[in-house]
Nanobody, 123 residues
Framework: QVQLVESGGGLVQAGGSLRLSCVAS????????MGWFRQAPGKEREFVGAISWGVGRTDYADSVKGRFTISRDYAKNTVYLQMNSLKPEDTAVYYC????????????????WGQGTQVTVSS
């Protein structure tokens, strides 16, 4: 069983930055690829980015590529989402998720999900 707890959300002006954190409980963090998804009001949950276990291969949605960066710290059982040049359309609840699968990160069938953290970008 893996529990995920996100933090770092908040209100930021357009053009600003935020860093989200997701702490995973359990001894097997290194066996999971970690993904970030988001859901805006009235919209479906969408893939943001992911990082594999092992070499740390990353994948990003086109809408965030070049602005968002995912990293992970195995010693802290934590995955980060650094968000720069934020836009109002980035406003959403952001979720981290864990999967034993080390490919097809854009598929939403992850094994574990966090509770989400709200990110609001004002114009």
């Amino acid at each position: 069983q893996v529990q995920l707890v996100e933090s770092g959300g908040g209100l930021v002006q357009a053009g600003g930055s935020l860093r989200l954190s997701c702490v995973a409980s359990g001894p097997t963090f290194s066996d999971y690829a970690m993904g970030w998804f988001r859901q805006a009001p009235g919209k479906e949950r969408e893939f943001v980015g992911a990082i594999s276990w092992g070499v740390g291969r990353t994948d990003y949605a086109d809408s965030v590529k070049g602005r968002f960066t995912i990293s992970r710290d195995y010693a802290k059982n934590t995955v980060y989402l650094q968000m720069n040049s934020l836009k109002p359309e980035d406003t959403a609840v952001y979720y981290c998720a864990a999967t034993r699968r080390n490919f097809y990160f854009r598929r939403p069938d992850y094994d574990y999900w966090g509770q989400g953290t709200q990110v609001t970008v004002s114009s």
